[in-house]
Protein backbone atom coordinates (compact mmCIF):
# COMPACT_ATOMS: atom_id res chain seq x y z
CA UNK A 1 0.00 0.00 0.00
CA UNK A 2 0.98 3.45 -0.29
CA UNK A 3 3.36 5.26 2.12
CA UNK A 4 4.73 8.70 3.44
CA UNK A 5 6.89 8.95 5.91
CA UNK A 6 7.94 12.56 6.36
CA UNK A 7 11.45 13.22 8.41
CA UNK A 8 13.75 15.86 9.48
CA UNK A 9 11.50 17.78 11.58
CA UNK A 10 12.97 19.58 14.98
CA UNK A 11 13.68 22.81 16.78
CA UNK A 12 15.51 25.48 14.78
CA UNK A 13 16.29 29.09 15.80
CA UNK A 14 15.00 31.79 13.60
CA UNK A 15 17.34 32.36 10.80
CA UNK A 16 18.09 28.72 10.79
CA UNK A 17 17.58 25.88 8.10
CA UNK A 18 15.63 22.18 8.15
CA UNK A 19 15.83 19.89 5.14
CA UNK A 20 12.42 17.71 5.38
CA UNK A 21 12.64 14.53 3.61
CA UNK A 22 9.03 12.31 2.81
CA UNK A 23 10.50 8.94 1.58
CA UNK A 24 7.25 7.17 -0.16
CA UNK A 25 6.90 3.48 -1.07
CA UNK A 26 3.85 1.36 -2.52
CA UNK A 27 3.72 3.08 -5.82
CA UNK A 28 5.45 4.35 -9.20
CA UNK A 29 6.60 7.25 -7.16
CA UNK A 30 8.28 8.70 -10.66
CA UNK A 31 4.83 9.46 -12.38
CA UNK A 32 3.27 11.50 -9.88
CA UNK A 33 3.42 14.96 -8.76
CA UNK A 34 4.23 15.47 -5.19
CA UNK A 35 3.51 18.33 -2.55
CA UNK A 36 4.04 19.58 0.61
CA UNK A 37 1.48 20.93 2.84
CA UNK A 38 1.62 22.54 6.68
CA UNK A 39 -0.68 23.10 9.40
CA UNK A 40 -0.24 25.21 12.54
CA UNK A 41 -2.03 25.11 15.61
CA UNK A 42 -5.53 26.63 14.99
CA UNK A 43 -5.00 27.14 11.37
CA UNK A 44 -5.58 25.34 8.52
CA UNK A 45 -3.74 23.27 6.28
CA UNK A 46 -2.16 25.08 3.58
CA UNK A 47 -0.13 24.16 0.71
CA UNK A 48 3.69 25.37 0.29
CA UNK A 49 5.40 23.68 -2.39
CA UNK A 50 4.28 21.70 -5.30
CA UNK A 51 6.73 20.05 -8.02
CA UNK A 52 5.89 17.80 -11.02
CA UNK A 53 6.66 14.33 -11.70
CA UNK A 54 9.65 14.87 -13.42
CA UNK A 55 10.66 18.02 -11.07
CA UNK A 56 11.01 20.16 -14.13
CA UNK A 57 8.49 22.11 -12.93
CA UNK A 58 7.74 23.54 -8.91
CA UNK A 59 5.40 26.10 -7.24
CA UNK A 60 5.60 27.77 -3.73
CA UNK A 61 2.98 29.68 -1.70
CA UNK A 62 4.11 33.54 -1.49
CA UNK A 63 5.14 33.04 1.97
CA UNK A 64 7.98 30.77 1.14
CA UNK A 65 8.91 31.82 -2.39
CA UNK A 66 12.87 32.82 -2.17
CA UNK A 67 13.26 30.76 1.19
CA UNK A 68 11.98 27.26 0.79
CA UNK A 69 13.23 24.69 -2.09
CA UNK A 70 11.31 21.59 -3.21
CA UNK A 71 13.18 18.49 -4.80
CA UNK A 72 12.79 15.00 -5.43
CA UNK A 73 15.32 12.18 -6.02
CA UNK A 74 13.22 9.87 -8.30
CA UNK A 75 16.23 7.05 -7.89
CA UNK A 76 15.16 6.98 -4.10
CA UNK A 77 11.88 7.92 -4.27
CA UNK A 78 12.12 10.77 -1.77
CA UNK A 79 10.84 14.07 -2.46
CA UNK A 80 12.48 17.27 -0.25
CA UNK A 81 11.77 20.74 1.24
CA UNK A 82 14.59 22.31 2.08
CA UNK A 83 13.60 25.53 4.48
CA UNK A 84 16.44 28.39 4.89
CA UNK A 85 16.06 31.63 6.66
CA UNK A 86 13.16 29.91 8.45
CA UNK A 87 10.93 32.10 10.84
CA UNK A 88 8.86 31.68 13.80
CA UNK A 89 5.31 32.03 11.66
CA UNK A 90 7.02 28.68 9.69
CA UNK A 91 6.24 26.64 13.01
CA UNK A 92 3.88 24.19 11.75
CA UNK A 93 3.33 20.12 11.37
CA UNK A 94 4.65 19.69 8.15
CA UNK A 95 2.89 16.92 5.59
CA UNK A 96 4.05 15.55 2.06
CA UNK A 97 1.17 14.87 -0.36
CA UNK A 98 0.80 12.51 -3.60
CA UNK A 99 -0.91 13.95 -6.56
CA UNK A 100 -4.29 11.87 -7.40
CA UNK A 101 -3.42 8.54 -7.95
CA UNK A 102 -6.74 7.21 -9.09
CA UNK A 103 -9.40 8.25 -7.31
CA UNK A 104 -7.12 9.81 -4.45
CA UNK A 105 -4.40 11.42 -2.75
CA UNK A 106 -2.12 10.29 0.04
CA UNK A 107 -1.09 11.85 3.09
CA UNK A 108 2.08 11.29 5.17
CA UNK A 109 1.49 11.39 9.40
CA UNK A 110 3.52 14.84 9.18
CA UNK A 111 6.60 16.22 11.16
CA UNK A 112 7.02 18.90 13.58
CA UNK A 113 8.66 22.03 12.63
CA UNK A 114 9.31 24.44 15.34
CA UNK A 115 10.54 28.20 14.72
CA UNK A 116 11.68 29.35 18.04
CA UNK A 117 14.55 31.51 20.11
Known amino acids: QVQLVESGGGLVQPGGSLRLSCAAS????????MSWYRQAPEKERELVAG????????MYADSVKGRFSISRDNAKNTVYLQMNSLKPEDTAVYYCKTDFIGWRTYWGQGTQVTVSS
Open 51 to 58: IASTGGST
Open 26 to 33: GFSFRMYG
